[in-house]
């Protein structure tokens, strides 16, 4: 998806997610976003997967918390913004940013709490995460079915209406990405 959740103007939870690969919308559109955040009164980023990005935007960033400069929202109040306990994988930085995150909501309340970024090899104060590059390939390779996504979308498709394979939930996948990332589910 080119851009994966989008927030603005009313209060929002974005929460538990896994946003792996991020993408272009087509050779001639660049982009590969993660979390687009508005100004709003009140928005909690918390726990989630923003993994791999595959798009070719240099500014699209896994969480950007930018103006609405088109006023597309009409929101004009005090913006207030908790960033916490999220991990970014492979998340390309470019063009001088420092951060997978940007920060551009002036007069922002923010509260940025444990974010981690890119711990694959680890540091003193912070362990390795298991297994950051897990994705639906890999997934499917640990239930020794063809290791594609368009296999997993098959096999999941291929079912009685209204019965769904455990293994091939959403819930599933989650659960095995987030452990590579040493992460519990959430509620």
Same mark, same amino acid.
Request: aromatic fraction near 8%; charged fraction near 20%.
């Given at each position: 998806?080119?851009?994966?959740?989008?927030?603005?103007?009313?209060?929002?939870?974005?929460?538990?997610?896994?946003?792996?690969?991020? %993408? %272009? @919308?087509?050779?001639?559109?660049?982009?590969?976003?993660?979390?687009?955040?508005?100004?709003?009164?009140?928005?909690?980023?918390?726990?989630?997967?923003? $993994?791999?990005?595959?798009?070719?935007?240099?500014?699209?960033?896994? +969480?950007?918390?930018?103006? =609405?400069?088109?006023?597309?929202?009409?929101?004009?109040?005090?913006?207030?913004?908790? *960033?916490? %306990?999220?991990? +970014?994988?492979?998340?390309? @930085?470019?063009?001088?940013?420092? *951060?997978?995150?940007?920060?551009? +909501?002036? =007069?922002?309340?923010?509260?940025?709490?444990?974010?981690?970024?890119?711990?694959?090899?680890?540091?003193?104060?912070?362990?390795?995460?298991? =297994?950051?590059?897990?994705?639906?390939?890999?997934?499917?390779?640990?239930?020794?079915?063809?290791?594609?996504?368009?296999?997993?979308?098959?096999? $999941?498709?291929?079912?009685?209406?209204?019965?769904?394979?455990?293994?091939?939930?959403?819930?599933?996948?989650?659960?095995? +990405?987030?452990?590579?990332? %040493?992460?519990?589910?959430?509620?």
């Amino acid at each position: 998806n080119a851009l994966a959740t989008f927030v603005a103007k009313s209060p929002s939870l974005v929460a538990n997610n896994v946003i792996l690969q991020s %993408d %272009d @919308i087509g050779p001639d559109d660049p982009r590969g976003y993660g979390i687009g955040v508005l100004p709003g009164p009140d928005t909690r980023v918390v726990n989630n997967v923003i $993994s791999q990005k595959h798009g070719s935007a240099y500014w699209a960033e896994a +969480i950007g918390l930018e103006l =609405d400069k088109n006023n597309l929202t009409h929101y004009s109040g005090p913006t207030k913004v908790e *960033l916490s %306990d999220n991990k +970014i994988y492979h998340w390309p @930085i470019e063009h001088g940013r420092e *951060l997978p995150i940007r920060y551009g +909501i002036p =007069d922002a309340v923010l509260s940025v709490h444990r974010n981690m970024m890119d711990m694959a090899s680890g540091s003193e104060s912070e362990p390795a995460w298991i =297994d950051p590059a897990r994705d639906v390939e890999s997934y499917m390779l640990s239930l020794n079915r063809p290791a594609t996504f368009e296999a997993f979308a098959r096999a $999941s498709s291929a079912r009685p209406r209204g019965q769904w394979l455990n293994e091939l939930s959403a819930n599933s996948v989650n659960r095995y +990405i987030r452990r590579g990332f %040493d992460m519990p589910m959430g509620d």
